[in-house]
């Protein structure tokens, strides 16, 4: 059996990658890339916990966010289209359509 430090220091790298994702990247498609891979890292570390405590708990709410991230991603990549539609770019330093 895997010890769970394994799990969560993977979990802390695939989430420290994701960060470093959003932080440095200005591409925006990149940018959501990186949202779902530190959702995935958090999920990651929910099913270790809920393996450990012996609980269905931890997996209940990763389905739970797996929800929200699918819907996220389809409301996200259709907003990014429709800018790119309007633009012609996805670089999110040049978007400030939300802006006065």
């Known amino acids: 059996m895997v010890p769970i430090s394994y ?3 993977l979990s802390g ?8 994702g959003v932080l440095l990247r200005r591409n925006t498609i990149i940018i959501f890339m990186a949202v779902e891979l530190m959702l995935n890292a ?3 570390s929910f099913v270790a916990f ?3 405590l012996g609980s269905m708990d931890g997996q209940l709410i990763v389905f ?6 699918a819907a996220e991603a389809a409301v996200g990549l259709a907003i990014i289209l429709s800018v790119f539609r309007n633009r012609e770019t ?3 330093d040049e978007l ?3 802006r006065w």
């Open 7 to 9: 799990h969560l220091i």
């Open 64 to 69: 739970f966010v797996m929800s929200v991230a």
């Open 13 to 20: 790298i695939l989430f420290t990658i994701g960060v470093m």
């Open 96 to 98: 400030n359509l939300m």
């Open 90 to 92: 996805v670089n999110a």
């Open 50 to 52: 809920a393996r450990q």
């Open 42 to 44: 958090v999920n990651l």
